[in-house]
């Protein structure tokens, strides 16, 4: 048991609970909202905002009962151990975390979006009937709130 716990110590990075985010994500995510509105937020390591606003969103999640928050990270997968450091820095924790798992980005963006040019921070607010907002910036902790409400939280 001792040994399993130092071993993990030396995991490589990606290791980090993470899903990748291929084909098809995007359509399970939708599914999964008709059960449960949905938050998906995209951010990148490269994106200021993106970075600033990452460790607000475990505390988002908590004020937020009854919906699901998840987080999809945009960089290619050959920077994994630097995605990887940035959410452990941030202590995203618990939270659904994805990485864009397809060299070719375009193609995922496509799915969520066809007119998505990867303009980041991006969030997409799926509501359980099915409605789908997005919301290209920053986010509004009282418009979020706002939304949850409407959900029925």
């Given at each position: 048991?001792?040994?399993?716990?130092?071993?993990?110590?030396?995991?490589?990075?990606?290791?980090?609970?993470?899903?990748?985010?291929?084909?098809?994500?995007?359509?399970?995510?939708?599914?999964?909202?008709?059960?449960?509105?949905?938050?998906?937020?995209?951010?990148?390591?490269?994106?200021?905002?993106?970075?600033?606003?990452?460790?607000?969103?475990?505390?988002?999640?908590?004020?937020?009962?009854?919906?699901?928050?998840?987080?999809?990270?945009?960089?290619?997968?050959?920077?994994?151990?630097?995605?990887?450091?940035?959410?452990?820095?941030?202590?995203?924790?618990?939270?659904?975390?994805?990485?864009?798992?397809?060299?070719?980005?375009?193609?995922?963006?496509?799915?969520?979006?066809?007119?998505?040019?990867?303009?980041?921070?991006?969030?997409?607010?799926?509501?359980?009937?099915?409605?789908?907002?997005?919301?290209?910036?920053?986010?509004?902790?009282?418009?979020?709130?706002s939304w949850a409400k409407e959900q029925g939280r």
């Amino acid at each position: 048991m001792k040994r399993r716990v130092l071993l993990a110590a030396f995991l490589p990075a990606r290791a980090w609970a993470t899903e990748p985010f291929s084909r098809g994500s995007w359509a399970a995510l939708e599914t999964a909202a008709s059960r449960k509105p949905t938050i998906v937020h995209f951010w990148s390591l490269t994106c200021a905002p993106c970075m600033a606003e990452l460790p607000h969103w475990p505390d988002l999640a908590r004020r937020l009962p009854g919906i699901e928050v998840v987080l999809v990270n945009t960089d290619p997968p050959a920077q994994a151990e630097t995605i990887a450091h940035a959410a452990r820095r941030a202590r995203l924790g618990s939270l659904p975390q994805y990485g864009f798992a397809d060299r070719f980005a375009a193609r995922l963006r496509w799915e969520v979006d066809p007119d998505w040019q990867g303009e980041l921070p991006r969030t997409d607010l799926l509501g359980r009937d099915g409605t789908r907002r997005h919301i290209l910036g920053s986010i509004d902790r009282a418009m979020l709130q706002s939304w949850a409400k409407e959900q029925g939280r």
